[in-house]
């Protein structure tokens, strides 16, 4: 048999990601071309995905991606000029100063990401504390825990429950960011639940369909692979979870990589190895994945097989800000 590529399906772009580029694109396909007063078609807050080529290929048809809304000038607020959120969502306090500014907000936190937002404000209501897993610093997690932060406790690990204290009377529920690795996060509900037996969790759990999915695919294509490359951005927390999933399940008879493109590939990580499984995160477009796979096939891997576990047909429509459309000067 030769060397072998063996592909996860699903992989790549999920709904939210899919929404949130297709979001900015709307917008600056509908500004019809260059302003007259020189103000670009759409301001961008933080990257829309954690993806390094989307990001550079909206901001070269004209996209302007800031940190902060303080860098969008009063000029543009006051010309109407669009500001879209990104897909991990912003913190109330970001929507204030939006407000506060009159600016044009197009929102595009996945509904899902969105979901975790409502659950907050719910919860808080009723009287719980909320610990929350997640990443600290991430978008995604300050914006969740700028919902009520004296009521929001993020853990990033099972480690850290013991910083943790509660009374007993206390109501206690627990909440994640959608793109944890799903065997991690057993481990620390697990540490949770025993320090905090009444720990109640909602209904569904937080980590997303996309993130499940990909984790599923990525854990079998390791066990038919010696080696993994996981395609995607380093602040993608979805795609280096993948990563470790793949570590996790090829053990010790492989190394997973993570890259931004095949560029990043070295060639001795193939030395030796008959099968490559190849998958990306949920903010990665499929043409770098193909890169990845020529690059591959130029190695001797020629044989391309693909590891399907589900088909996915979730769909979300874009904001609803987009049936205004956006002034022009
Ligand atoms: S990974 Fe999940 S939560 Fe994040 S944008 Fe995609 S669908 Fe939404």
Redesign the pocket.
């Known amino acids: 048999m030769g060397k072998r590529i063996v592909l996860a399906d699903p992989r790549g772009f999920?709904?939210?990601?899919d929404r949130?580029i297709l979001t900015v694109q709307t917008i600056l396909k509908a500004s019809g071309g260059p302003r007259k007063d020189g103000l670009p078609p759409v301001y961008v807050r933080r990257q829309i995905?954690h993806n390094r080529h989307v990001v550079d290929d909206l901001a070269a048809q004209g996209a302007v991606f800031v940190q902060e809304l303080s860098e969008v000038p009063d000029a543009a607020a006051a010309a109407g000029i669009p500001i879209v959120f990104s897909?991990h969502g912003v913190t109330p306090g970001v929507k204030a100063e939006a407000a506060a500014r009159g600016m044009h907000v197009v929102d595009a936190t996945?509904?899902?990401?969105s979901k975790v937002h409502r659950e907050v404000l719910r919860f808080v209501r009723e009287g719980y504390e909320i610990i929350y897993i997640g990443h600290r610093g991430h978008d995604e997690a300050v914006g969740v825990v700028g919902e009520s932060p004296e009521h929001v406790h993020l853990i990033e690990h099972a480690a850290d429950v013991e910083s943790l204290d509660f009374r007993p009377d206390q109501p206690l529920v627990l909440l994640t960011q959608?793109?944890l690795s799903i065997d991690e996060t057993a481990g620390t509900i697990a540490a949770l639940k025993a320090r905090f037996p009444w720990l109640k969790e909602p209904p569904s759990s937080d980590i997303?369909?996309?993130?499940s999915n990909r984790q599923a695919a990525v854990k079998l294509i390791a066990q038919q692979s010696d080696c993994v490359v996981i395609v995607g951005s380093a602040n993608s927390s979805?795609s280096v979870r993948l990563m470790e999933v793949a570590q996790e399940a090829l053990g010790d008879r492989g190394l997973a990589h993570r890259v931004d493109d095949a560029g990043e590939m070295d060639p001795t990580w193939f030395d030796g190895v008959d099968a490559v499984g190849v998958s990306s995160g949920?903010s990665v477009p499929d043409e770098l994945v193909a890169g990845v796979i020529e690059a591959l096939r130029g190695r001797g891997f020629t044989e391309v097989s693909t590891v399907e576990t589900i088909k996915e047909n979730?769909h979300f429509v874009l904001p609803s800000e987009l049936r205004r459309q956006p002034s022009r000067a």
């Open positions: 999920c709904a939210g990601v949130a995905v897909a996945c509904p899902l990401v959608t793109t997303c369909y996309a993130t979805n949920a979730m």
